[in-house]
Nanobody, 120 residues
């Protein structure tokens, strides 16, 4: 079993910043990729940013140059630094981690979600 605990969401004014954190724990042998998705009301869940074990980063076009994803491998933690936030960034943000648990069991685990609201 792999568990994720997210933190860092909240209410911020347009142009402000927030930092999300997600810690993975449990029976983890290796992590392939860690990332963040978001889901706004009435919309599908979408990829925001992802970082692989090799350090390759992928971003949604809408957040590139404003958001930065990073990870601390020793702590099994992924971060999302969000700057210049806009009202359209308002959504529930979900952490996602995939990798290998135990000897050969693949896992793909989601966090419980953290609300980010951007409003004046």
């Amino acid at each position: 079993q792999v568990q994720l605990v997210e933190s860092g969401g909240g209410l911020v004014q347009p142009g402000g910043s927030l930092r999300l954190s997600c810690v993975a724990s449990g029976s983890i042998s290796s992590i392939t990729a860690m990332g963040w998705y978001r889901q706004a009301p009435g919309k599908q869940r979408e990829l925001v940013a992802q970082i692989t074990s090799g350090g390759t980063r992928n971003y949604a076009d809408s957040v590139e140059d404003r958001f930065t994803v990073s990870r601390d491998n020793a702590k099994n933690t992924v971060y999302l630094q969000m700057n210049s936030l806009k009202p359209k960034d308002t959504a529930v943000y979900y952490c996602n981690v995939n990798g290998i648990s135990g000897i050969v069991r693949a896992f793909n685990t989601w966090g419980q979600g953290t609300q980010v609201a951007v409003s004046s």
